[in-house]
C-alpha cells in the first residue's frame, strides 16, 4: 500500500519545549521507529510534515538580526524550514531503516492563486506574540501586517491560500515509483505564484494537511494518513459531552464542519483534507503518531469513508 503521511510539527517540536536541535532529534528517533515499522510492513510511504514551530523560530532569528543581516521573505524562511526539517526527519528514518532502502528529501514548491482571496485578508498568524506597541512599531518598520490573537497579544499574518499544484509533480512519483522513502512539501510547501511560465514565492503560508492532500493525489497514494497528539477525531471536544469518532463519513463531516466542531486552527483543516482525497476517491484516517500500524489495520483512530 502506498502511504503519504502527514506529520505535524509540533511533534517534531514539542510545545513548550526548547526547539534545540538535541530535541528535534530526540524527538524524530521516537516518530522514525512508528513510520520505519510502515516501510518494513512492506507499504511505500511519502512523508510530509508541519513547520510551524521552527518557521516561527526562524522569522524571529530574523526580526533580531534584521539590522545586522538582511531579513529573508516568508518563502524563503519556508524553504529554510524545509531543508532544515527535511534534513534532520531523512536522517532519523535512514538510521531506522534497514539497507537498501533510502530516504530522499525534495525541496517542493505549491503553486497558489495570486488573486486568493487569502491575499487580501491575511490570516495565518505567524511567527511570535508581542505587546501591542512592540507589534506597531516592527509594523511599521517592515511593513507586516498584525492581528491580536485570543490571548490578547500581537503576531503577524500572511495569506493562507489553497494549494492548486506541486511544481516537481513527475520527479517527485518518479522517485516515489522507484521504491524511494520521499519526505516532500514540507511546512505544506513553499507558495509560489506562476505567471507567464515564471515562478515567484509569495509572502504565504500554505496548510500543510491540504497540501498532505494533493500530495497524495499526485503520487498516487491509497492511504492519507494524518498523524497528530490526538488519538481520534471528536465531537464536542473540550466538553463533558466529548466523544471519539472511529469512523465518520464525509457527508457526517462536512456537516460537523458547518457546524463548527473542528475549529479552523486545529482538526478542521486535518478533517477537509481528508474528506478532499476521499472524494477524489482515496482513503484517508486520522490518529496518534504511536498508533500508526494500528491505524492501518482499523483498530485505531478515524476513519473517514464516503
Given amino acids: 500500500m502506498?502511504?503519504?503521511?502527514?506529520?505535524?510539527?509540533?511533534?517534531?517540536?514539542?510545545?513548550?519545549?526548547?526547539?534545540?536541535?538535541?530535541?528535534?532529534?530526540?524527538s524524530l528517533s521516537v516518530a522514525a521507529s512508528a513510520l520505519a515499522a510502515l516501510v518494513t510492513d512492506g507499504h511505500s510511504l511519502v512523508l510530509t510534515h508541519g513547520n510551524g514551530p521552527q518557521v516561527g523560530r526562524l522569522l524571529l532569528q530574523q526580526e533580531r538580526a534584521a539590522a545586522d543581516v538582511p531579513p529573508m521573505p516568508m518563502d524563503v524562511c519556508g524553504a529554510?524550514?524545509?531543508?532544515?526539517?527535511?534534513y534532520l526527519v531523512a536522517q532519523a528514518l535512514?538510521?531506522?531503516?534497514?539497507?537498501?532502502?533510502?530516504v530522499l528529501s525534495l525541496l517542493t514548491q505549491v503553486v497558489v492563486?495570486?488573486?486568493?482571496?487569502?491575499?487580501?485578508?491575511?490570516?495565518?498568524?505567524?511567527?511570535?506574540?508581542?505587546?501591542?506597541?512592540?507589534?506597531?512599531?516592527?509594523?511599521?518598520?517592515?511593513?507586516?501586517?498584525?492581528?491580536?490573537?485570543?490571548?490578547?497579544?500581537?503576531?503577524r499574518v500572511v495569506a493562507s491560500p489553497r494549494p492548486l499544484r506541486i511544481v516537481e509533480d513527475e520527479?517527485?512519483?518518479?522517485?516515489?515509483?522507484?521504491?524511494?522513502?520521499v519526505v516532500a512539501a514540507g511546512g505544506g510547501g513553499?507558495?509560489?505564484?506562476?505567471?507567464?511560465?515564471?515562478?515567484?514565492?509569495?509572502?504565504?503560508?500554505?496548510d500543510k494537511d491540504r497540501t498532505a492532500a494533493l500530495l497524495a493525489t499526485s503520487v498516487g497514494a491509497d492511504l492519507l494518513l494524518v498523524l497528530t497528539e490526538a488519538a481520534q477525531v471528536q465531537i464536542g471536544y473540550g466538553t463533558a459531552?466529548?466523544?471519539?469518532?472511529?469512523?465518520m463519513t464525509v457527508a457526517e463531516a462536512l456537516g460537523w464542519l458547518r457546524?463548527?466542531?473542528?475549529?479552523?486552527?486545529?482538526?478542521?483543516?486535518?478533517?477537509?483534507?481528508?474528506?478532499?482525497?476521499?472524494?477524489?476517491?482515496?482513503a484517508a484516517a486520522i490518529g496518534a503518531l504511536s498508533d500508526a500500524a494500528a491505524i492501518l489495520s482499523g483498530k485505531a483512530g478515524t476513519r473517514i469513508t464516503p
Fill in 171 to 181: 520527479p517527485l512519483r518518479a522517485l516515489v515509483d522507484s521504491g524511494h522513502v
Fill in 259 to 282: 457546524a463548527g466542531e473542528f475549529p479552523e486552527g486545529s482538526m478542521g483543516p486535518k478533517v477537509e483534507a481528508c474528506v478532499s482525497f476521499v472524494r477524489a476517491g482515496g
Fill in 80 to 86: 529554510l524550514s524545509q531543508g532544515q526539517l527535511g
Fill in 241 to 247: 459531552a466529548a466523544r471519539g469518532l472511529s469512523t
Fill in 190 to 206: 513553499v507558495p509560489v505564484v506562476e505567471y507567464r511560465g515564471q515562478l515567484r514565492g509569495v509572502e504565504a503560508v500554505i
Fill in 94 to 102: 535512514d538510521n531506522a531503516l534497514p539497507r537498501p532502502t533510502r
Fill in 2 to 26: 502506498r502511504l503519504v503521511v502527514a506529520l505535524g510539527g509540533n511533534a517534531l517540536s514539542p510545545a513548550g519545549g526548547t526547539g534545540s536541535v538535541e530535541e528535534m532529534r530526540s
Fill in 113 to 155: 492563486d495570486g488573486r486568493s482571496a487569502a491575499f487580501r485578508r491575511p490570516s495565518k498568524p505567524v511567527g511570535p506574540s508581542y505587546e501591542r506597541p512592540e507589534a506597531q512599531a516592527i509594523a511599521q518598520a517592515s511593513g507586516h501586517v498584525f492581528a491580536i490573537q485570543p490571548d490578547g497579544r500581537w503576531r
